[in-house]
Each structure stands twice: as C-alpha cells, then as structure tokens.
C-alpha cells in the first residue's frame, strides 16, 4: 500500500496535447475516481500512471518510488481493463497466476495465493475453466482476482464494469467496495459513470480537457463545485444553469434578476460583491425546487418522466433555455400546462457566465 | 417452375460447374501419378491408356539410378530449415510492427513485399556470385539461408495480420504482470496466434518444397531437392513420360501427405481471424 504523487504531468499524442499539467496527490488507501466527459483524458493518465504510456514531462512516484520512467510490471501497480484482457489460452488459474510467473514467485506461493483471492472474489470452483467459458461477471471477476494477487501497490481500475448489463453493474460496484474495504489498497477507478463515482469514492477528481476541474469528496464536489463544468457534470439530472443580470448590491447581499423571467429577483449572499449591471448564470438542482420555497419560476412543462418514486418535468423558459425540474411525484403536474417551480435563494449557484468559474 | 425450384436448380448447376472445374484442374495430377505406373510405351500410347496392369518398375529405376532419399532429404532440410530460419526472424518483426505500428509501418511492409516483384534472375548474379566466393555452392546452407530470405516478405505480412488481431489490451495486460517481450512473444502471442502460425510455416515449407529456380541453379549433386531431381530426368536422354511421371509424383508425395496431416490445424489458422 503506497500514497500516489503526481506533479505536473504532460502528455500529448502527435503533437496534440492531451494532459496539460497535472498535480494530484493521493493518499494511501484512498480510493480515487477519475470522472469526466470522453476525451478528457482521464483513462490517458490512469496509463500514464500504469506505465503504458510514457510520461514526457513531470513525475509520478508511487510511495517512496520515483516510478516515471519504470516498466509498467516494476511500477507495483495492477490494472483492470475494461475488455477484461483476459489470456484466452489459460486457464483461470493460469490467468491469475501468470504475473506472479513472471516475477519469479515459486510455484506452491502461486497456488496458495491464487486460492486465496479464488476465495475472496467466489471464484474457487472457476480455476480450471477458460475465460471463454465464464460470464461477463466472472471474466471481470477474474481480471480483478490477476490484480489481488500481485498484491500491487495501487489499483487501477480503467473502466471495468461498462461492459456489463445493468444489473450486473450494481452488484460488482458493491463487490469492489467491500474489496477496498477489505484491502485497504489505494485504488484508482476512471469511469463516465457518476453514479460509480459518487458510491465508491473517497475523493473524485473531475478532468476536462486534459485539466483537472475540481478534487474533493462526492459531496464536497456535489454541495460546493468549484465552477459550472462541475456543477453540471456531478449531480444527475444536471444542474438548471439560467441567464441572470446584477441588479443591486448590498453588503454581502448580491441581487439578480432572472433573465428568462423578467420581474424575478434572487437575493445571494456573496463574500465578493459583483458590480451591478454584470452578468452572471444562476445555477439550480432539479432535486432543490420545493413547493413551500420562496422565489416562483412560471414554466410550460414539455414533458413529465414518471420513474415512480420520482419525476421529471423538462420544461423551456420562454427564451427556450431547457430546465428540469424534479417534480417530487407530484401526480398533479400535466404535459402541455404551466407549473409554478419554487426555490430558495440559499439553495441556488452564482456562475461567471465566461470562465464558469464559481461566484461565492 | 416454382421460386423454390428455380434456386434449387441454380443452387445444383453452380456445384456441378465446381465439380467439373475442380476436376479439370486436378486432372493432370491424376494423369500424372496414372502415368507413373505406366511403361514408357503406355505412357505414350494412342489412344491414352485408362486401365492397364500397373508396374513399380519406374520408381524402382529411380531409387537405383539416383539416390532418391538423398534428395527428399535435401528438401526436408531446406524446406523447414528455411521456414524455421524464416519465422525466427518473422515472429518478433511482424509482433513489433503490429503492437508498436508507427507512421511508416504500412510502408516497410510494402516495401518488404514490393521485393517479391523482383525477379528472381534480377539477382541471379549477385547471388551466385556470393555463393561461388564462399564456397556455398551446392550446399544446403545457402539453400536455407536463400529460401529463409525470398519467403520473409509473404511471411511477415502474414503473421503480422494475424497479430493484429490479437486484443491490444491483452498484451498490456501482459505488460502490467512483468512480462519481458520475450516473454509476452512466446507466452502469450504465440500461443494466441498459433493457428495462424502453422498455417503460415505450412505455406512457407510448401513454397520452399517447390522452389525451382534457385535449387536447379545453385545445388547440383550434394544439396540437390526433389525439385532439382525431376528436373534432371527431363533434360539428356530425351523426354521418359512415365519415369518423368514417377519422379514427380515421388517429390509431391511427402508434401501432400504432410500436408494431410497438419490439414486440421491448417484449417483453424484460416479461421482465425474471423472466430477471434
């Protein structure tokens, strides 16, 4: 188990920059996400830091070890891919064991420690089988069983449960939980998914363009983001961004009006106070519009997604900005009709409307 | 005629057309090997003799008259000796220029096959040339060596498309376990892309088994193949159908029936790419 530094780490393909600079420190045992949209180079720095791509400019150390030019196998990392990767012409056994081969490991340590992550991740009665014969369940569970048993440093997951049917999904999310929990390894997870990160991680750690956005716990990130990119990116819907202009300042109390709703004024308090008459965004959650708040937005509803429990309404303000808002199950809420969406002030987000930076 | 009956019609006129072509074409290996066990004055009879009481006097005079053993031996020896030579060379090329392909590879691997549109008398003097100066004439040596080179090209682009089928990640992952390249070639590469690996020594060993041009020009008596010994009975004493015949049929014979033999894994490698 070994703590992860990275310090300014570049990289580019073909003269194209892909990762601009990057600096993240991890914890030992910490299980990090990396989350954002594809392109964004998040599963190019989980193979910067495998190894398998080269680092050009910057380093990355992995406990004690400056590992930036290491073969991916000295690295003390495993990974799990996506495809699973699996060798098709062995067996399960042979699967796990073949890294521990590799480095030398005597044949009777193999076995004990093969049999010991076959038992942690059910997979006992499997050994002998080839990956052709096992599920999309048991191929991932395999992959992750070649990671345990090297008994790596770090984990790197890249991807590893897209492949799988839905269901499939939530059960092997559990399973890699209760692995962290049960090894206590640091663990690197990159995934689109932010349901997977928000479940699993410690920190999250959003990447766009190649920069990080943001670091920060789910919740840090998802009460307090940093910038727009991050307030629409971590939380499901995303967040209703609205055009707003400063009207009137007082003390820490900043008021705007909503541009798409003309005679709508929010009051925020805000340590910097903007200049009046500047523009700004308004950035609110669907799940933060409550019936008994104070500020009323009147909106068409388009359509209503009743999942049940909850519902959606996606509505157009009148100058066609889309805005979601969740609806609480209200079975009174009719397509085609106008609804009145309530919120409160406190709940609400100020955004530069050109750099998305965060106004506080 | 109904629908159905039209396709099935068709479907019966197109295997009978296959039939009748592929007859055609193994009709003069039929009359060859019919030949064979003919005298000579059957050999040339008219009308051509279909039934006749079959003689082993042709391969018999053979044997005695030259040392046929000698020669298939000679064959055995530069054919998989070249194809070995061949696929040493080849296996870590073609895995290096389809794991670590660069902007040149499609290039190079043009250029390596552009050099089988050379003919081979383009490099008849140089070739020899360099055999006289090193004492490497009629030696099975050169012969190797020769064969190992002219079939490199046919098969790198080969393997190297059965390579590139391999899952990238595979590979990776290998890397990520501490295997040495050597390892990741012999240990996971070759065992993935076996089929395709006997297919293509397979079709290596049977070009260098019909290798005419270089055998008949570079060896003579000591590394003479069975290609170099048919020749030898067409030329001085005039043309002896039956015994050309059964010289002939003497040097398909140990490919066919390897070929037999090895036909099952033959068959996996051509479908390798597509079952992946």
């Known amino acids: 188990m070994a703590g992860l530094e990275l310090t300014s780490v570049k990289k580019s393909f073909g003269g194209v920059a892909i990762i601009h600079g990057i600096d993240l420190s991890i914890r030992s045992g910490e299980f990090i996400v990396f989350v954002g949209p594809s392109g964004c180079g998040k599963s190019t720095l989980l193979r910067l830091i495998a190894g398998l791509e080269t680092t050009l400019e910057g380093n990355i150390r992995i406990g004690e070890r400056d590992v930036t030019t290491a073969d991916p196998g000295d690295r003390g990392v495993a990974m799990v ?5 699996l060798y098709p012409h062995m ?5 796990m064991g073949f890294g521990l081969r590799m480095n030398g490991v005597d044949k009777d340590d193999i076995r004990k420690r093969v049999d010991r992550a076959a038992d942690i991740l059910h997979l006992d009665r499997l050994l002998e089988r080839k990956p052709s014969e096992l599920s999309g369940g048991q191929r991932q569970r395999v992959a992750i069983g070649r990671a345990i048993v090297r008994e790596p440093e770090v984990f790197l997951f890249d991807e590893p449960l897209s492949n799988l049917d839905a269901e499939l999904r939530v059960r092997m999310r559990l399973e890699i939980a209760n692995l962290h929990k049960r090894l206590g390894a640091t663990m690197i997870y990159v995934t689109h998914d932010q349901i997977e990160a928000m479940t699993l991680a410690d920190r999250i750690v959003v990447l766009k363009d190649g920069l990080i956005e943001q670091v920060g716990s789910p919740i840090e990130l998802y009460d307090d983001p940093d910038n727009a990119f991050v307030a629409g990116f971590i939380g499901s819907p995303r967040m209703n961004f609205l055009d707003a202009k400063v009207v009137a300042v007082e003390g820490d109390h900043t008021t705007v009006s909503l541009v798409d709703f003309d005679d709508i004024h929010v009051r925020l308090e805000l340590e910097r106070p903007l200049a009046v008459g500047s523009a700004a965004r308004l950035g609110i959650r669907p799940e933060h519009f409550d019936a008994s708040a104070e500020i009323a937005l009147t909106v068409p509803i388009e359509v209503i997604e009743n999942l049940g429990g909850i519902a959606y309404a996606y509505a157009r303000t009148e100058d066609g900005n889309p805005l979601i808002i969740d609806i609480k199950g209200d ?9 009145t969406a309530r919120f409160d002030a406190a709940r609400a987000y100020l955004f530069d409307p050109e750099t998305g930076l965060r106004l506080r | 005629m109904t629908d159905r009956q039209k396709q099935r019609l068709l479907h019966r006129s197109i295997v009978t057309l296959a039939w009748i072509i592929g007859l055609l074409m193994f009709f003069p290996i039929f009359w060859m090997i019919l030949t064979a066990f003919k005298t000579e004055q059957q050999a040339i009879s008219t009308p051509p003799l279909l039934f006749f009481e079959p003689s082993f006097d042709n391969f018999l005079l053979i044997q005695e008259r030259t040392d046929y053993t000698k020669h298939a031996l000679n064959s055995i020896i530069t054919s998989f000796g070249g194809t070995a030579l061949a696929m040493i060379i080849a296996i870590p090329a073609a895995c290096a220029m389809a794991f670590k392909p660069s902007h040149l ?3 190079v691997l043009l250029w390596m096959l552009s050099t089988k549109m050379l003919p081979a008398v383009g490099v008849l003097m140089p070739i020899y040339l360099i055999c006289q100066k090193f004492g490497l004439l009629d030696s099975r040596f050169a012969l190797v060596f020769i064969y190992a080179m002219i079939n490199l ?12 089928d391999i899952p990238k990640e595979i590979l990776e992952a290998s890397r990520m376990d501490g295997a040495s390249t050597f390892a990741e070639i012999t240990q996971v590469v070759m065992p993935l892309a076996r089929g395709g690996i006997a297919a293509t020594a397979f079709l290596s060993i049977v070009l260098c088994w019909n290798e005419a041009f270089w055998s008949i020009v570079l060896t003579s008596s000591d590394a003479g193949t069975l290609v170099a010994l048919v020749a030898s009975f067409s030329s001085p004493e005039g043309l002896f159908w039956a015994k050309l015949s059964a010289v002939s049929t003497l040097a398909c014979a140990p490919i066919m029936i390897f070929g037999w033999f090895v036909q099952k894994q033959l068959v996996q490698g051509m479908t390798f790419g597509a079952v992946k």
């Open chain 1, 91 to 95: 067996s399960v056994r042979e699967n």
């Open chain 2, 153 to 164: 090209p046919i098969i790198m682009m080969i393997l190297f498309n059965y390579f590139r």
């Open chain 1, 331 to 339: 079975r009174n809420v009719v397509e085609g009709k106008d609804f």
């Open chain 1, 81 to 85: 891919f996506q495809t699973y990767a």
């Open chain 2, 105 to 107: 590879t499609r290039d």
